[in-house]
């Protein structure tokens, strides 16, 4: 049964296996986790991704990490938040079992995750948090830590109010 952890941070700082991105379905980067993630790992990972053919909503798909302090990058693209209505727990669910089994796949002990779908895709912390806490706990057996990386204070609130459930 993993520990899992609840911190502040820039999640391309992390020293874990593997590091968790916020992608989209193209996988050819963009802002946020997204931009911070490419700029860290550097342009290798890009053309990495291009040869990947995209990833759909609620999967995952790893490459190396290149220049971060992470062996590996999991991407993975979670829903966008419309109302809550449209399958959104259900697919957020998703994108964090299948990042925890693209983990062990690929050998990774530790992952960090940042909140996914909880910036431009507008996903509430608080929601997510109780998704991707419950995920971590029910199937992140095998590894040894799961860290949730927060930027900003609501998604920390979020997520360590979560964890101490
Ligand atoms: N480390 C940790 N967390 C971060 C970092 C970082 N370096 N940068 C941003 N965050 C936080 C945001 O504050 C938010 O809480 O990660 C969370 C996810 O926000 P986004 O990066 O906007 O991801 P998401 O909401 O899933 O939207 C994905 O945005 O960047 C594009 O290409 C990406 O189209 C995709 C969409």
Known sequence: ????????????DERVDAIVNAANESLLGGGGVDGAIHRGAGPELLAECRL???CD???????????????????????????GGRGEPELLDSCHRRSLDVAREVGARSVAFPAISCGLYGYPPELAAAVAVTA????????????????????YDAFAAAASG
């Open 1 to 12: 049964m993993a520990s899992v952890e609840v911190t502040r941070g820039d999640i391309t």
């Open 52 to 54: 990947l053919g995209g």
């Open 57 to 83: 909503t609620g999967d995952a798909k790893a490459t190396s990490g290149y220049c971060l302090p992470a062996r590996w990058v999991i991407h993975t693209v979670g829903p966008v938040w419309r109302g």
């Open 136 to 155: 971590a706990r029910e199937h992140g057996h095998d590894l040894e830590l799961v860290r949730f990386v927060l930027f900003g204070d609501r998604a």
